[in-house]
């Protein structure tokens, strides 16, 4: 149980393109999705956190306007990084929960994006 | 404010060998969870543990152990004779008393773990 499905697992395109991220949960209803960005060789850097049916909270020093997060549903979040340049080059991780600090959350399997 | 120190970059170890990965924790919140996560190297990441702060009890899994100790703010995790498919990074993190809709995860450095045939 608890499955997370992320799509695409990689994307390679050029400078300026804007690219579309999915995260679902495939066997659960998820409140609660989480964005994160990883370097290489480091640790999960949250983006920002998507509740159903309302605005993104975004971390501080993450552009909203660049990274576009939308939840439309309890098992759907998407995030588009816009005008993506070749700095916005990551893995990007989503996660969902079932909501409150003692639910565990549960991973995509990440995107690679390399903007060339 | 949260804080995971996983101060263990790396570890190696021949296969067999036992190894202890460290976690200390630091939190205000009275209630808290405590996770451990395994990262391989596809990427994915893959939850191992939930430890809420109120149970100190010591978990074992198959080859794994969890040590939690409030005394001095740690959550330790032990493989027993590891084995080559271990290599992985593994994450501690730590969530407290946040907002019901769903709580952030403070996740520690991680520790790259490396188990040599």
């Known amino acids: 149980g608890a499955v997370v499905s992320q799509h695409p697992s990689r994307v390679i395109c050029k400078s300026g393109t804007s690219v579309k991220i999915e995260c679902r949960s495939l066997?659960?209803?998820?409140?609660?999705m989480f964005w994160y960005r990883q370097f290489p060789k480091k640790s999960l850097m949250l983006m920002a956190t998507?509740?159903?049916?309302?605005?993104?909270?975004?971390e501080q020093g993450v552009e909203k306007d660049k990274f576009l997060i939308n939840h439309a549903s309890l098992t759907l979040s998407t995030l588009t990084v816009t005008s993506a340049h070749p700095e916005d080059s990551s893995f990007y991780i989503c996660?969902?929960?079932?909501?409150?600090?003692?639910?565990?959350?549960?991973f995509g399997d990440g995107t690679r994006l390399s903007i060339l | 404010a949260q804080k995971v120190t996983q101060a263990q970059t790396e570890i190696s170890v021949v296969e067999k060998e036992d190894v202890t990965l460290d976690c200390v924790y630091e939190?205000?919140?009275?209630?808290?969870?405590l996770f451990w996560y395994k990262q391989p190297p596809s990427g994915e990441l893959v939850f191992l543990i939930r430890r809420n702060s109120f149970d100190e009890q010591n978990e074992i899994s198959g080859r794994y152990s969890w040590n939690f100790q409030k005394s001095t703010s740690s959550f330790n995790f032990t493989i027993t004779a590891s084995q080559v498919v271990d290599s992985a990074v593994y994450f501690c993190a730590l969530s407290g008393q946040e907002r019901a809709s769903g709580s952030r995860l403070t996740f520690g450095e991680g520790t790259q773990l490396t188990v040599n045939p």
């Open positions: 066997d659960f209803q998820a409140t609660t």
């Open positions: 939190t205000r919140d009275t209630t808290y969870y």
């Open positions: 996660s969902a929960s079932t909501g409150g600090s003692n639910q565990p959350q549960h």
């Open positions: 998507s509740n159903e049916g309302s605005k993104a909270t975004y």
